[in-house]
C-alpha cells in the first residue's frame, strides 16, 4: 500500500467517524456525569474554574477550562459534546502515525479504521467528558515519543512533553501512561543511554510542573474510596475485554463473544507483530496500565475502570491490526470479520436504545413543576435523571426548587472528603462571589429511608429513567444493570428505593415520555 492511497483510507475513515458520531448527537439528554462537567465549566472567571476543581472533584481543571472557552459559542448539548468528536477525530491519523512507525503501514491503516469505528470509543467520543481528550493527548503524546526515539526529532520531543503534562491536567490516571513511557525509555531496547537526558529533562519537568496539584492528587488518592469496580480480578478483566469490543450494555452472551475475540485477535497480534522494540513498545503501552490498575484493585482500591484506560486502549487496536495485516491470511481475514460484526452489532445496538431526550426532560420538568404542591418531593432513580441534570434542564425562569435527594448510605464520595470539599467550596464561593452572581442550583438535601418512614412528604414524584431496546429492556442504575422484561421494569427500579414502596402507595398518575418515565405516589 501507498503512503497517498493510506492517506486516503485514513481520511476516509475520519469522515466515516465524524458521520457516526454526529448521528443524533443532540438526541439524548445529558446525563449526570455530563452536568457535572457542565456545572463545573459554567462558572464566570477561568479562575473560579479551577478553584471548583480543586474543592469539589477529584479530576484536574485541564478540561473544565477547555469546555469554558468551548462554551463562549453555545451551551447545548451538540455544542457541549461537538468537542470530544473532534479529540475523536483528531486521534484517528495519529494512531495511524505510530502504526506506520512501529509495524507497517498496513498496520497503521487498520489500525485508524478499527479506532474509527469502534464502539467503546465512540461511546466515549459522543460525551461532553474528558475522556477522549485523555485519548488525543495519550496518542499524541505517544507519537511525539515514537518520533523521538526513532528519528531524534527535537519536534517530536516537545510533543512529547508537553502533550504528557496535558494529559496529567486532564485526568490523573492519564498518569498511567507516563508511567508506561517511562518503562519503554529504560527497558524498551532504544537505547539508554542515548535517551537517558531527555528522559531526566522529561522526568523533572512533567513532575516539577504538576506539583502544585500534587497534593490535590493525593487527597483524591488517599481519602476517597475510588471509581472503579470492586469485582474480582478476573470479573473486571473480563468486562474490560468485551468493553472494547462492544462498548456497553449488551446481552451477556454478546459480551462474552466480544470478550474472547479481543483476547484471540491481540494475542495472534503480538505473535505477528515484528519482534524486537517495535513490538515491546507497543505490548508495554498496551500492558503496563491495565496492569497498575489491577495491583491497586486487588491491593483494596477500587480504581480499575474501562473509562479511565481508554489511554491504553489504542496499543491494543493496533496489537488487533497486526492480527489482521501481518499474520497468516485466514487468521486475518476471520479477524476483520469477527471484530467488525461485533462493532456493527454495537452500533445497531445502540441506535435502537431510547435514552431521555433533551425535550422530554425539559417537558418532564414543566409538567411536574406545574402540579408540584406545598409538601411535595421529586425523588429521582438513577444517574439519567439525577440532580445535576434536572438543574441543566430547568426553565431559567423557574425558580430553583428545594430538590430530596434519597441516598441511604449518607455518603458524597466517601464522607469525609466530601464534607472537606463542600466546606472549602461554600468558603471560596463566598469570599471571591459575595454578590451570588455564581448559580450552581440549589445545594441538594440527602435524605435517608427514615424520611420516607416517617411520611414526611405529602406526594412524590419519582424520575425513572428506561432504556428500551427491540425485545428486552436494560435498566441503568448506578454501578450495576438490570435486565428485566418490560412487565417488570417498574419493580425492579423500585428496588433502589425500598422505603418508598412501603410508606407510599401509587396514585395511578404516570407521565411517560422518550426514555423517561414520572410517577407519582401518595402517602400510605
Known amino acids: ?40 465549566s459554567a462558572l464566570p472567571s477561568a479562575g473560579l474554574v479551577v478553584l471548583n476543581a480543586a474543592a469539589r472533584d477529584a479530576y484536574p481543571p485541564l478540561y473544565f477550562l477547555f469546555l469554558h472557552a468551548w462554551m463562549f459559542v453555545s ?43 469502534n464502539p467503546f470509543h465512540l461511546a466515549f467520543a459522543t460525551e461532553a467528558r474528558m475522556y477522549a481528550p485523555v485519548e488525543f493527548l495519550a496518542l499524541l503524546s505517544m507519537w511525539g515519543l515514537v518520533e523521538w526515539l526513532q528519528a531524534g526529532s527535537r519536534r517530536g520531543y516537545r510533543v512529547f512533553l508537553l502533550a504528557g ?26 537505547g539508554w543511554a542515548k535517551h537517558r537526558r531527555g528522559a531526566y529533562r522529561w522526568a523533572l519537568i512533567v513532575g516539577g510542573c504538576f506539583l502544585p496539584w500534587f497534593p490535590l492528587f493525593l487527597k483524591a488518592a488517599v481519602v476517597t474510596r475510588g471509581y472503579g469496580s470492586e469485582l474480582p480480578v478476573h470479573e473486571i478483566t473480563y468486562y474490560f475485554l468485551s468493553a472494547l469490543g462492544v462498548g456497553f450494555w449488551h446481552a451477556r452472551w454478546v459480551l462474552s463473544l466480544a470478550a474472547l475475540a479481543v483476547a484471540l485477535a491481540t494475542a495472534v497480534g503480538l505473535m505477528a507483530a515484528p519482534a524486537g522494540r517495535s513490538r515491546r513498545f507497543v505490548l508495554l503501552w498496551a500492558c503496563i496500565p491495565v496492569a497498575v490498575e489491577l495491583l491497586l484493585s486487588a491491593a ?28 497468516p491470511r485466514f487468521p486475518a481475514a476471520m479477524t476483520a470479520v469477527l471484530i467488525g460484526g461485533l462493532s456493527g452489532i454495537s452500533y445497531a445496538h445502540l441506535i435502537g436504545f431510547s435514552l431521555p431526550t433533551a425535550p422530554a426532560h425539559r417537558e418532564a420538568l ?135 414502596r412501603r410508606a407510599y402507595r401509587r396514585d395511578g398518575v404516570t407521565l411517560e415520555y422518550p426514555g423517561l418515565v414520572v410517577e407519582r405516589f401518595r402517602r400510605r
Do not use: N
Request: net charge neutral; with cysteine.
Open 1 to 40: 500500500m501507498t503512503k497517498t492511497s493510506a492517506r486516503v483510507w485514513v481520511g476516509t475513515f475520519v469522515a466515516a467517524a465524524a458521520v457516526l458520531c454526529m448521528i443524533g448527537l443532540g438526541r439524548p439528554s445529558l446525563w449526570i456525569d455530563e452536568t457535572h462537567s457542565y456545572e463545573f
Open 75 to 117: 451551551r447545548t448539548e451538540v455544542w457541549m459534546r461537538l468537542g470530544s468528536v473532534l479529540f475523536h477525530l483528531g486521534g484517528i491519523p495519529l494512531l495511524y502515525l505510530i502504526g506506520t512507525r512501529l509495524v507497517s503501514v498496513e498496520a497503521g491503516v487498520a489500525a485508524a479504521g478499527l479506532l474509527a469505528i
Open 165 to 190: 503534562l496535558a494529559l496529567v491536567y486532564t485526568h490523573f490516571m492519564g498518569a498511567l501512561v507516563l508511567i508506561a513511557q517511562g518503562v519503554i525509555l529504560v527497558t524498551g531496547g532504544w
Open 300 to 327: 483494596g482500591k477500587p480504581v480499575f475502570g474501562e473509562r479511565t484506560l481508554i489511554s491504553a486502549t489504542p496499543a491494543w487496536l493496533l496489537l488487533i491490526a497486526c492480527a489482521m495485516t501481518a499474520g
Open 366 to 500: 414543566a409538567e411536574v413543576l406545574a402540579q408540584m404542591r406545598p409538601g411535595d418531593v421529586i425523588v429521582h432513580s438513577s444517574t439519567i435523571t439525577y440532580h445535576p441534570v434536572h438543574e441543566y434542564y430547568l426553565p431559567r425562569s423557574t425558580t430553583v426548587y428545594e430538590d430530596f435527594l434519597l441516598e441511604p448510605q449518607g455518603e458524597f464520595h466517601g464522607g469525609r472528603f466530601g464534607t472537606w470539599s463542600r466546606e472549602m467550596w461554600r468558603k471560596v464561593r463566598d469570599r471571591l462571589d459575595p454578590a451570588g452572581t455564581i448559580h450552581t442550583g440549589a445545594d441538594p438535601h440527602r435524605v435517608g429511608d427514615q424520611a420516607f418512614l416517617d411520611r414526611r412528604f405529602r406526594r412524590v414524584w419519582y424520575f425513572r429513567a428506561t432504556m428500551e431496546g427491540t425485545k428486552r429492556l436494560w435498566y441503568l442504575m448506578p454501578s450495576m444493570l438490570y435486565s428485566a422484561s418490560s412487565d417488570r421494569i417498574r419493580e425492579v427500579a423500585l428496588e433502589e428505593h425500598p422505603a418508598l
